[in-house]
Structure formats: C-alpha cells, structure tokens
C-alpha cells in the first residue's frame, strides 16, 4: 500500500457579523458562550466560541459526532456539544438565532437556522442534535411543520409562535 503526502490548506476563521450568544454550564457554572466565527478545516465542521470566563477555543466536530476543543477544554466541549451538533447545517449564511425553551421543565438551547440568499424562505429549528420543525411566513402569521416526531409535551405550536415572534422582532429592528 503507497502513502501520499497531501497539504492541507491553513485554517482560517469566517467571523460572523455579530457573535450569537447561548447558554451553557462549565463545571456547575452558568456561562454566556457566543459563536464568534466558523473556522475553516477541510475535514470537519468547527466553530470559534469564547466564553463569558474569558476562555476561547477552536471546537471541532467529529465523525462520530464527538466535539473536541484545540486546546483540550473537555468541559467546554461537553458543555455545548449539544449546540454544535445543532449548528451543522449553519454555513455562515442566512440568519442565526438562539434562545432558551422550557422542554417540559427542562430549559434547553433552541437554534434556528434562516434560509441563505436565494433559497426558499424557510426556517429551520434545531435542538438537542436534530432539526425538529421548519416555519416559514404565512401571511401576518406562521406556519410550522414538524421535521421530527416530537413529544406532545414540546408544544410545537407555541415554540413555533415564539421563533415567529423572535424573527418577526429582529426583522422589524433591521
């Protein structure tokens, strides 16, 4: 079996137009973590997330869905491997919203990935690790289909409401 010697081109950073802040828990400690940027890597998809205790890190996600850190902040990578694996399909492109949801007395960060230029207007929510619903704009209102079976508890149409209500604002304030 031969092996050959390939480069691969210089990781870089695509800062985004304004960091996206959610929550997480370090070591029992609540923190504000914000994606500041995506790194380029020609294997696996990375995210640049500093934290509110002034840590910032490369965190990389595996094949195998694991999320590690450049620096070894296993901690920080547990912490928000979660909200990564949701933010796979995020490009850079198009909107990106995040916020917090009561799921039947847990609190959990809900991601919300808007359509890129050119693309239909739809609307993706992810939460813990997989898309759940898709909205898009129906009139004064919005309408939501389910992606993902989802707990009758999860109350699809309010957290549908709610995203519609969060788009709507920041639309109005552009």
Known sequence: MEYYTIDL???GLRPLEAPVPFYCRV???ALTARLVALVDHPVHPAFRIAFSDGCQD???VGESGAVVGEQGLTPYAAAIGDDLLSLLGFQGQG???SLRWNLNGFYINIWVIGPRSGDPPVYKVYF???CRLELRKSGAGWEYRCAANLDPGTGPEKLAAEIGRLIDREHAAA
Request: aromatic share 20%.
């Open 9 to 11: 081109p210089d990781t």
């Open 27 to 29: 070591n029992d400690r």
């Open 58 to 60: 490369n965190f990389y």
């Open 95 to 97: 909107e990106l919203y």
């Open 128 to 130: 813990q690790r997989h």
